[in-house]
C-alpha cells in the first residue's frame, strides 16, 4: 500500500478479493460536465462496471491523499465545488502536499492509477495535439503518460477540438500502439470518423488482452490507446461538429483562453452551441467506453 494512497471501502475488498478494477478521472466531473449531469453521470457509469462484474475506482485528490475510489459524498462534494484543481503529472505534488481538492486528467489519473496496481482506464477522449501548437507548443501531457505509463486507456478517441492527424503521429513516434474497436477508423470523441485510421483493429475483450498483456510481457512500457467509438445512434455528424468546433476555436482565440482552461470552454461552448447535443453525445460516450473497459478489466484479469 502506497504511503500516499486512500482506498475506498468497495476498492480494498475488490483488491484483496481479487477482482479487476477499473479506473475513472475525475476532471470529467469538476471540469467536463455541468452540475447535475456530472455527477448522475459519475454514478451511472460506476454501476456499469459493477453491472459487468468488476469495481469502479474513481481518483481524486483530496485532503492531502490520492483517493482511489470515491464515496458518494466525495462525488458530489466534486461536482458541485466548482474550485477543485485540475491536476495533471506537474501538479500532484502540489495539491498533495498543500491538501487542496484536486480532480485528475487523463496523466495524473494513468498515475494513481498504476501506482494502485490497476491496468484499465476508462475516460471520454485523450487530450493530444492543439491545433495550432506549431506557433503554441500546447501540447497535452496525456501523450507522454501514454508513452511511459503501463496503463490501458478506453476512450472514445481524441477530442475532437485537437489536431488529430499530429495526436495520432504523435503517439506513432512515443511507441504508443492505438487500437481501435469495432473499426478501423479512429474515433474523435463526438463523432466515429476522425478521417485518420487507428494502428490495428481489435474487436473483442479478450483480443485487446492478448495485446496488451504481451505488450506489456515483452518489457515494452507504457500505454495502449483503445479507441471505442461512441454509438452510431448518440454520433453527431463530422461536418456539424467540425464547424461548430472551428467557431468555438475561433472565439476561444479571440478571448485569448489557452492552456488549462482551453478544454473546458471549449467544450461548455460546443454544448451551447449544439444546444446540448454534445453534452447528451458526451454521456453516452464515457458510458459505452465503461462497458468496453469492465469487459478488458476481466479479460486481463483472467490473464494472471
Known amino acids: 500500500m502506497h504511503s500516499h494512497l486512500i482506498y475506498s471501502e468497495e476498492v480494498r475488498a475488490a483488491t484483496l478479493s481479487g477482482k479487476p478494477v477499473v479506473a475513472l478521472e475525475s476532471t470529467i466531473i469538476s471540469h467536463g460536465m455541468p452540475y447535475p449531469q456530472n455527477v448522475q453521470t459519475a454514478r451511472e457509469v460506476e454501476q456499469l462496471i459493477r453491472d459487468r462484474g468488476a469495481v469502479p475506482a474513481t481518483i481524486a485528490v483530496m485532503n492531502g491523499k490520492i483517493h482511489i475510489g470515491l464515496s458518494d459524498a466525495e462525488l458530489e462534494?466534486?461536482?458541485q465545488s466548482g474550485d477543485a484543481l485540475k491536476v495533471s503529472r506537474r501538479d500532484l505534488p502540489y495539491v498533495l502536499t498543500t491538501k487542496k481538492l484536486g480532480a485528475t486528467t487523463v496523466a495524473a489519473t494513468m498515475i494513481c492509477a498504476q501506482l494502485a496496481g490497476i491496468q484499465v482506464f476508462v475516460t471520454g477522449g485523450i487530450g493530444g495535439v492543439h491545433r495550432g501548437a506549431e506557433t503554441s507548443f500546447d501540447i497535452s501531457a496525456d501523450l507522454q503518460e501514454l508513452a511511459r505509463t503501463s496503463v490501458a486507456v478506453v476512450c472514445a478517441g481524441a477530442k475532437s477540438i485537437l489536431d488529430i492527424g499530429l495526436t495520432l503521429e504523435y503517439l506513432e513516434t512515443y511507441g504508443v500502439p492505438v487500437v481501435s474497436v469495432g473499426q478501423s477508423a479512429f474515433p474523435a470523441f463526438f463523432t466515429r470518423d476522425s478521417g485518420f485510421r487507428a494502428d490495428f483493429q481489435l474487436d473483442t475483450a479478450e483480443a485487446q488482452a492478448e495485446f496488451v498483456h504481451?505488450?506489456?510481457?515483452?518489457?515494452l512500457s507504457g500505454g495502449i490507446v483503445i479507441a471505442n467509438p461512441v454509438p452510431e445512434s448518440d454520433a453527431m455528424p463530422k461536418e456539424y461538429i467540425d464547424q461548430i468546433t472551428l467557431q468555438a476555436l475561433a472565439e476561444a482565440d479571440a478571448q485569448g483562453i489557452q492552456g488549462k482552461a482551453i478544454t473546458p470552454f471549449l467544450l461548455s461552448r460546443i454544448k451551447e452551441l449544439t444546444g446540448g447535443q454534445s453534452l447528451a453525445t458526451n454521456i453516452a460516450l464515457v458510458k459505452n467506453n465503461a462497458i468496453?473497459?469492465?469487459?478488458?478489466?476481466?479479460?486481463?484479469h483472467k490473464k494472471h
Open 214 to 219: 504481451a505488450k506489456w510481457e515483452l518489457g
Open 292 to 300: 468496453v473497459g469492465a469487459e478488458l478489466a476481466l479479460a486481463l
Open 77 to 79: 462534494l466534486l461536482g
